[in-house]
T-cell receptor, first 116, second 113 residues
Framework: GAVVSQHPSRVICKSGTSVKIECRSL??????MFWYRQFPKQSLMLMAT?????????EQGVEKDKFLINHASLTLSTLTVTSAHPEDSSFYIC????????????FGSGTRLTVV | QQQVKQSPQSLIVQKGGISIINCAYENTAFDYFPWYQQFPGKGPALLIA?????SEKKEGRFTISFNKSAKQFSLHIMDSQPGDSATYFCAARPGGSNYKLTFGKGTLLTVNP
């Protein structure tokens, strides 16, 4: 089955620094990737959608300059949290889908970001 | 505006019982309805999905029932096991490819031994 690898699984960083999270599709070409943020006991909140080779489309209220998304290849997307602050601490999850109207969505295992 | 309403918020079931989670949607353009299972600290994993041209789909102990006229779909977990204890999310997506999923708020299922 389709596999999406997300790294790191946990990261602790100091306030003001930047953190990069990687999401790789291992056995299929991910034409579209999605980045979500999830708070405890809540649903997934879509942050942005990225298509390979194009600029990401951000959801309303998501700061583009803070959450930089790059989808340079069909197997890799990255989310960089710039100048992180404690309020950015959260669980970040990526999802990828391939070509076709009924291609499923495969999720990564998530990244727990803690900003201290 | 919540486009997919999920209920109940939490559910407690005895081992061997049937767990039922319901979702209702408003957007008639939705044509793909997946259910995801999420364990604490992990990403969601696809359980089962259905398209609107069928009324029911079964995979092992998991069944989706779909009522297009009522714009509702539900997940049934037969012979529920303690290992099924997790959060379940329904979702929906409009027709076409690579459109974003709209998620329900989730149901925390606890299966007591």
């Amino acid at each position: 089955g389709a596999v999406v690898s997300q790294h790191p699984s946990r990261v602790i960083c100091k306030s003001g620094t930047s953190v990069k999270i990687e999401c790789r599709s291992l056995d299929f070409q991910a034409t579209t990737m999605f980045w979500y943020r999830q708070f405890p006991k809540q649903s997934l909140m879509l942050m942005a959608t990225s298509n390979e080779g194009s600029k990401a489309t951000y959801e309303q209220g998501v700061e583009k300059d803070k959450f930089l998304i790059n989808h340079a290849s069909l197997t890799l997307s990255t989310l960089t949290v710039t100048s992180a602050h404690p309020e950015d601490s959260s669980f970040y999850i990526c999802s990828a889908t391939g070509q076709g109207p009924y291609y499923g969505y495969t999720f990564g295992s998530g990244t727990r970001l803690t900003v201290v | 505006q919540q486009q997919v309403k999920q209920s109940p918020q939490s559910l407690i079931v005895q081992k061997g019982g049937i767990s039922i989670i319901n979702c209702a949607y408003e957007n008639t353009a939705f044509d793909y309805f997946p259910w995801y299972q999420q364990f604490p600290g992990k990403g969601p994993a696809l359980l089962i999905a259905i398209r609107p041209d069928v009324s029911e789909k079964k995979e092992g102990r998991f069944t989706i029932s779909f009522n297009k006229s009522a714009k509702q779909f539900s997940l049934h977990i037969m012979d529920s096991q303690p290992g099924d204890s997790a959060t379940y999310f329904c979702a929906a997506r409009p027709g076409g490819s690579n459109y974003k999923l709209t998620f329900g708020k989730g149901t925390l299922l606890t299966v007591n031994p």
